[in-house]
């Protein structure tokens, strides 16, 4: 069946786009939508609801739609699209949704972006007041937004064919738009909905930018962008939508809004059917009635709810042989799929459209999200803007006014006071269109239902919710119109309260028997549309998902084959592996060669800050546990940091590099963290401390060389440096010259074997790296990651701050007494560790775990629990295995664990539950390897 | 997203900040002269109020400086923002 | 030899001409002051030749002893001097001879950043796609010099000149933003 029309529209009729759906060929024009298109080739029934699976349509022309859904599935496949706001393209393919779709498995192709705006005036709609808003307020001079939905201007004016100044609406359209356009500082976003409203003017808008050209669209051209747009002053001329009316069996595909029967013959060339029922509560739907009829469709009977129908327009319908009927409504229909006829009172007629009009609801959408106040108005029987904000005013029809040159009115005085809020008042006076329309929507009757069917009167036509959904929750107890949002989902999914709301509300007012009025309405929340998650990713996934840190050294590790370990936001070197090697064997090789002989890693990440000033020893002694201000110019101290409730936060190496300076580093994680907090004690507790704190973390390469033959490589690649024990003592450091560059060697080690840390300027990163590698390679020097560091330092019993700690440990828990000081009076955490709680003998501290088979690997995490079998639930857990590693030096595996009352349990057998199985364990001491310490001076 | 007044690099967007609590919640003088509770007062307790809120703030990703705010819990609307060491100003809600 | 940050990126950043000319500038002399007595402040600029910035969020640029020198505002009483590579270890001393007895620091940073310099008339534009600020020249004219976000790194953005935008980033995140910046002018490059 064709129900194109012969001429009319804004569509292309010489130009032929074909496009297939529920896998039939179809043809339409560039202009159509996908709605607009199935409904000129007679196609109604688009799908079937979620829940029932009653067959569906389309009930709007516009966003305000929620029964045609569609999955695209072709150029690419795309669930939940309405097809009322998918612009047919050459290609298209796509199918009806039995109320659910699918996402795509595959990875989404197409690029998305986002771009942040900032203007003086935000106009959201290009209808009339819309228009006339933005050109008052571009003519005043001030950066203007205009964002429109749509594909072309003119909003409500694209579904009428009515006259502006003597001359077709769409002229007058194109005059301000071109106006706009050429304007400086003027920026005109078309396909762009703005769908959410937030705090200090802060507006996102979707824009639909390669939609619409499908299979044509540019490569490398982002398909859709959020903007960001920041506006100092907001007008909202988003226009209203109309309101059906429910009655029995309201859901069959046919039944549209009269409003968008209007709009599909006037913007696309579309019949709704053939012969058609109007029902309406207002003016409004006469001019559909006519329009139709006059475009040759046959309108059975006009029903017009109120008791008298108006007179002038009825004379118009009497004139073109249309019977009106006041006084009545549509108490049903039939049809199965489609509507084939419509029941009045006793008397049935048949049609193959049904169009409603129940009178019209502002879209107070973002007013709402921007926290304006609704307020009920009873004549128009809608929730309008209830008082201005001082950053955005409300236009046009969505303020509830509804004639036309009232509206570009409204229009112009919201352009003229935003540009004035925003600082402009030489705009010159936009001129007011005059309108030759004949119908206003103003005096119609209030008619939220017909009574009926309950169960078969649809509110919300996608959730399957209807007038009985609505009285059970009511029923329930049940009175606050959120509560009923939640209980029926009424609203909830693509109608957002569209359609829905105000019905919903006004079925539960009659319920109650309470005014409208003293009811709150739901808020309205973004987004306005569905918005896809990939619009909001933009340009944040793959590579760009989250930053990749990097150090100056990395390329080498790259190049040289290591695996990476994700530390924060850092890639670090894993491991080395050699051909063959898996994880296991390339640490156990890497361990053995460092501890035999010599390794090295890149520790750029570790944290570094410069401290300097009068006052910085005494800074430090107050934010380390132990003391910092006797440390000797030269010399380097370990020192752990609490905070106030005495829980460790971070550790780390302090070097004193003069009188009133020191570098101190913290632990890779905690770079920014213990910068932020220095300088929040600084500036909100101490400012009358002479201290400041610079980061100098990616200033540095810093290259740990590990092992016996460390000293040798440095002797190596330092001809200046005196490396003998007696000059170069442990927690010392010395200025010199590594590889011909600048450099700081710090004698520390993180691993009990003898180590220097070299510092260089980044730049010199790589340079220095390959000095140490070339004098290291007659030792077999051996390149190594994070996990040969963490199984050499777990040897040691040194703990990682965030594996070993997790803001429950303080340093006592560590083992670590030796490193709190007792001669401070004070330092932060200090006062905590003499609460009861931090002296409980049965706290959980950090010992060595040796499990009885030396082959058995226990899981990092494991609950340790004091029994050999497991007795019924609940169990006593002990503690859990914070690191676990199999270790070269020891022949075994082991692990580090924090058990309650450890220190206590020492030689204890403990039990791991792994599996199936109790694996005992045996409780040590932290230190397994070298407990003398004899290795740290070669 | 809000925009937050940097006292001194102007209305910027909420992420380049850094809550941090209460503000006007001094160090104790000799937290050792404290009893157990006192200091956990100190520690553990905050005020939790519906309306204005002193609060303390840094501009984290631009000038790293610490100011305080009061806010509206409410609504979150910032009601005045004044420098470290400042008293809280008089506000309206 | 030396390697900097966006050294691999050399290439892939000339590519992004006709859009934006960019390029890092690598190597050069950073130095981070803390200083806030107005005295000492003022010395320090006398001594650099180059007065130091006294408005929030901007900075000053000159030459002087040490050639061409910027200032940059980075926060009251912190400021980032820079100048050609190869001169930090001398204006360190420098500064740090002028700040005297004065309440301060001064710290090599040389390395920390590295510094990018985009040109052309879509600089500002590129950047709108990740910067919340507002770029329009009324409102960052030259002279502006903001601590800010983009996309999800921090950076150091000057505006140089009327189509010049000068870029600061953190070392490690140098190339996070070299491929920020290079997928943001992807659009750009495709459609002219």
């Given at each position: 069946m064709n129900l194109r029309t012969g001429t009319g529209g804004s569509i292309d009729r010489n130009t032929l786009l074909h496009f297939t759906f529920d896998g039939r060929a179809y043809t339409g024009h560039p202009g159509d939508t996908l709605a607009s298109a199935l409904l000129a080739n007679g196609v109604h029934e688009i799908g079937s609801s979620v829940k029932l699976g009653r067959p569906r349509g389309v009930v709007a022309a516009g966003s305000e739609d929620s029964t045609s859904l569609v999955q695209v599935e072709a150029p690419f496949s795309e669930p939940m699209l309405l097809a009322t706001t998918v612009e047919l393209h050459d290609g298209l393919r796509a199918r009806g949704l039995a109320g659910q779709g699918r996402l795509a498995a595959e990875p989404d192709p197409a690029r998305y972006d986002a771009k942040h705006e900032h203007c003086d005036v935000l106009v959201v709609g290009a209808g009339p007041a819309g228009l006339v808003a933005a050109l008052t307020a571009a003519r005043s001079g001030a950066r203007v937004v205009l964002v429109d939905e749509q594909n072309q201007a003119g909003g409500a004016l694209l579904g009428v064919d009515e006259y502006l100044d003597d001359r077709p609406s769409a002229e007058w359209v194109a005059d301000v738009v071109a106006e706009l356009k050429s304007t400086p500082g003027v920026l005109v976003l078309e396909r762009t909905t703005a769908f959410g409203m937030y705090q200090d003017g802060f507006v996102l808008a979707l824009q639909k930018r390669t939609d619409h050209l499908g299979f044509a669209a540019p490569?490398?051209?982002?398909?859709?962008?959020?903007?960001?747009?920041?506006?100092?002053?907001?007008?909202?001329?988003?226009?209203?939508?109309?309101?059906?009316?429910?009655?029995?069996?309201?859901?069959?595909?046919?039944?549209?809004?009269?409003?968008?029967?209007?709009?599909?013959?006037?913007?696309?060339?579309?019949?709704?059917?053939?012969?058609?029922?109007?029902?309406?509560?207002?003016?409004?739907?006469?001019?559909?009635?006519?329009?139709?009829?006059?475009?040759?469709?046959?309108?059975?009977?006009?029903?017009?709810?109120?008791?008298?129908?108006?007179?002038?327009?009825?004379?118009?319908?009497?004139?073109?042989?249309?019977?009106?009927?006041?006084?009545?409504?549509?108490?049903?229909?039939?049809?199965?799929?489609?509507?084939?006829?419509?029941?009045?009172?006793?008397?049935?007629?048949?049609?193959?459209?049904?169009?409603?009009?129940?009178?019209?609801?502002?879209?107070?959408?973002?007013?709402?999200?921007?926290?304006?106040?609704?307020?009920?108005?009873?004549?128009l029987g809608a929730f309008v803007p209830g008082g201005e904000l001082s950053t955005v005013r409300v236009a046009g029809s969505a303020t509830g006014e509804l004639d036309l040159t009232a509206c570009a009115c409204q229009g112009r005085d919201a352009g003229l006071l935003a540009a004035a809020a925003a600082g402009f008042t030489s705009g010159g006076q936009v001129p007011l269109p005059a309108s030759d329309s004949r119908c206003t929507a103003r005096s119609g009757l209030v008619l939220w239902r017909v009574p009926g069917d309950d169960d078969a009167s649809f509110v919300d036509l996608q959730r399957d919710s209807t007038v009985a959904d609505v009285l059970r929750a009511t029923g329930a107890g049940l009175r606050s119109l959120e509560h009923v949002k939640r209980y029926t989902t009424i609203g909830t999914a693509h109608d957002q309260g569209k359609t829905s709301g105000m019905i919903a509300a006004?079925?539960?007012?009659?319920?109650?028997?309470?005014?409208?009025?003293?009811?709150?309405?739901?808020?309205?929340?973004?987004?306005?549309?569905?918005?896809?998650?990939?619009?909001?990713?933009?340009?944040?996934?793959?590579?760009?998902?989250?930053?990749?840190?990097?150090?100056?050294?990395?390329?080498?590790?790259?190049?040289?084959?290591?695996?990476?370990?994700?530390?924060?936001?850092?890639?670090?070197?894993?491991?080395?592996?050699?051909?063959?090697?898996?994880?296991?064997?390339?640490?156990?090789?890497?361990?053995?060669?460092?501890?035999?002989?010599?390794?090295?890693?890149?520790?750029?990440?570790?944290?570094?800050?410069?401290?300097?000033?009068?006052?910085?020893?005494?800074?430090?002694?107050?934010?380390?546990?132990?003391?910092?201000?006797?440390?000797?110019?030269?010399?380097?101290?370990?020192?752990?940091?609490?905070?106030?409730?005495?829980?460790?936060?971070?550790?780390?190496?302090?070097?004193?590099?003069?009188?009133?300076?020191?570098?101190?580093?913290?632990?890779?994680?905690?770079?920014?963290?213990?910068?932020?907090?220095?300088?929040?004690?600084?500036?909100?507790?101490?400012?009358?401390?002479?201290?400041?704190?610079?980061?100098?973390?990616?200033?540095?390469?810093?290259?740990?060389?590990?092992?016996?033959?460390?000293?040798?490589?440095?002797?190596?690649?330092?001809?200046?440096?005196?490396?003998?024990?007696?000059?170069?003592?442990?927690?010392?450091?010395?200025?010199?010259?590594?590889?011909?560059?600048?450099?700081?060697?710090?004698?520390?080690?993180?691993?009990?074997?003898?180590?220097?840390?070299?510092n260089v300027t980044a730049w010199h990163g790589v340079a220095v790296w390959e000095a140490l590698m070339a004098a290291g390679e007659p030792y077999g020097i051996t390149p190594y990651g994070t996990e040969t560091m963490h199984v050499l330092r777990a040897e040691k019993g040194y703990p990682i701050i965030g594996q070993e700690t997790d803001a429950t440990v303080t340093p006592q828990d560590l083992g670590m007494s030796w490193a709190v000081s007792k001669k401070k009076p004070d330092f932060i955490g200090k006062r905590s560790f003499a609460r009861a709680e931090n002296n409980r003998t049965d706290r959980k501290q950090l010992v060595g775990l040796l499990p009885a088979d030396p082959g058995v690997l226990l899981p990092e995490g494991s609950q340790i629990v004091e029994t050999d079998r497991l007795p019924e639930p609940p169990v006593r857990m002990l503690g859990h295995v914070t690191s676990s590693y199999p270790s070269a030096a020891l022949g075994r595996t082991f692990a580090l664990a924090l058990v309650r009352s450890g220190h206590e349990r020492i030689g204890e057998t403990l039990y791991v539950p792994v599996e199936d199985s109790l694996v005992p364990v045996t409780v040590t001491e932290s230190v397994l390897y070298d407990k003398e310490g004899a290795r740290r001076d070669g | 997203m809000q925009l937050i007044p940097c006292p001194w690099c102007g209305p910027r967007e909420e992420a380049e900040f850094h809550y941090g609590g209460q503000a006007h919640v001094a160090y104790p003088e000799d937290p050792s002269a404290l009893t157990d509770e006192e200091w956990a007062r100190y520690v553990f307790f905050r005020d939790n109020p519906s309306g204005p809120f002193a609060e303390r703030w840094s501009h984290n990703a631009g000038c790293r400086r610490w100011f305080n705010a009061v806010r509206d819990t409410r609504t979150h609307d910032l009601l005045a923002v004044y420098r470290v060491g400042e008293p809280m100003p008089e506000v309206t809600a | 030899m030396t390697v900097s940050p966006l050294h691999a990126w050399t290439d892939r950043l000339a590519a992004l001409a006709p859009v934006l000319g960019a390029a890092e500038v690598?190597?050069?002399?950073?130095?981070?002051?803390?200083?806030?007595?107005?005295?000492?402040?003022?010395?320090?600029?006398?001594?650099?030749?180059?007065?130091?910035?006294?408005?929030?969020?901007?900075?000053?640029?000159?030459?002087?002893?040490?050639?061409?020198?910027?200032?940059?505002?980075?926060?009251?009483?912190?400021?980032?001097?820079?100048?050609?590579?190869?001169?930090?270890?001398?204006?360190?001393?420098?500064?740090?001879?002028?700040?005297?007895?004065?309440?301060?620091?001064?710290?090599?940073?040389?390395?920390?950043?590295?510094?990018?310099?985009?040109?052309?008339?879509?600089?500002?534009?590129?950047?709108?796609?990740?910067?919340?600020?507002?770029?329009?020249?009324?409102?960052?004219?030259?002279?502006?010099?903001?601590?800010?976000?983009?996309?999800?790194?921090?950076?150091?953005?000057?505006?140089?000149?009327?189509?010049?935008?000068?870029?600061?980033?953190?070392?490690?995140?140098?190339?996070?933003?070299?491929?920020?910046?290079?997928?943001?002018?992807?659009?750009?490059?495709?459609?002219?």
């Open positions: 490569a490398g051209v982002a398909r859709q962008r959020v903007w960001r747009i920041r506006t100092r002053q907001t007008v909202l001329a988003t226009g209203a939508h109309e309101r059906p009316v429910v009655f029995p069996d309201n859901d069959r595909p046919g039944i549209m809004l009269a409003s968008s029967a209007r709009t599909f013959l006037h913007r696309y060339g579309v019949l709704p059917g053939s012969r058609a029922v109007v029902f309406t509560t207002n003016d409004s739907a006469y001019c559909a009635a006519i329009d139709l009829a006059e475009s040759g469709v046959d309108i059975a009977l006009v029903v017009d709810a109120r008791p008298e129908a108006p007179a002038r327009l009825a004379a118009e319908c009497a004139a073109r042989g249309i019977e009106v009927r006041a006084g009545q409504v549509v108490t049903g229909t039939e049809g199965s799929g489609r509507v084939s006829a419509v029941h009045v009172g006793d008397t049935r007629i048949a049609c193959d459209a049904l169009l409603v009009s129940g009178g019209w609801n502002p879209v107070v959408s973002l007013f709402s999200q921007a926290r304006g106040k609704l307020r009920y108005d009873a004549e006004g079925i539960v007012a009659e319920a109650l028997g309470v005014e409208l009025a003293e009811q709150r309405p739901t808020t309205f929340r973004p987004p306005y549309t569905s918005v896809s998650f990939a619009a909001l990713a933009g340009r944040d996934r793959g590579d760009l998902h989250d930053p990749v840190r990097v150090t100056a050294i990395h390329p080498w590790h790259v190049a040289h084959g290591a695996l990476f370990e994700d530390v924060g936001q850092w890639k670090r070197p894993w491991y080395y592996p050699r051909a063959g090697e898996d994880l296991h064997t390339a640490v156990l090789r890497e361990c053995r060669a460092t501890r035999e002989s010599v390794g090295m890693m890149d520790g750029s990440t570790l944290g570094k800050i410069d401290v300097q000033g009068r006052d910085a020893g005494k800074f430090l002694d107050m934010l380390y546990t132990n003391m910092m201000s006797t440390l000797k110019v030269g010399r380097i101290r370990y020192g752990v940091m609490c905070g106030v409730d005495g829980m460790v936060i971070d550790d780390g190496t302090v070097i004193r590099v003069g009188e009133e300076r020191y570098l101190v580093t913290t632990t890779t994680g905690n770079a920014a963290k213990i910068l932020d907090w220095m300088e929040e004690w600084l500036q909100t507790e101490w400012p009358h401390l002479d201290v400041h704190c610079t980061s100098v973390t990616e200033h540095w390469a810093t290259i740990p060389l590990v092992g016996p033959r460390s000293r040798d490589v440095l002797a190596a690649v330092a001809p200046g440096l005196d490396v003998s024990n007696e000059a170069f003592e442990f927690m010392t450091w010395h200025d010199t010259e590594v590889a011909g560059v600048p450099a700081r060697v710090c004698r520390i080690s993180f691993s009990g074997e003898l180590a220097y840390e070299i | - | 690598p190597f050069r002399s950073q130095l981070t002051v803390r200083v806030s007595d107005p005295d000492a402040i003022a010395a320090t600029g006398a001594t650099l030749g180059i007065g130091f910035p006294s408005a929030a969020c901007t900075f000053t640029s000159g030459t002087g002893r040490f050639g061409d020198v910027e200032v940059l505002w980075l926060g009251p009483d912190e400021f980032l001097v820079t100048a050609s590579p190869g001169l930090q270890v001398t204006i360190e001393e420098v500064l740090r001879g002028s700040l005297g007895t004065a309440r301060g620091s001064v710290v090599d940073t040389s390395a920390q950043r590295t510094t990018v310099v985009l040109q052309g008339p879509r600089s500002r534009e590129v950047l709108a796609h990740g910067c919340s600020v507002d770029l329009h020249p009324s409102a960052a004219p030259v002279g502006t010099c903001v601590q800010t976000l983009l996309a999800r790194t921090g950076i150091v953005l000057q505006v140089t000149g009327d189509d010049t935008v000068t870029i600061l980033v953190r070392s490690s995140f140098a190339e996070y933003f070299a491929a920020w910046l290079t997928d943001a002018c992807v659009e750009y490059l495709a459609v002219p």
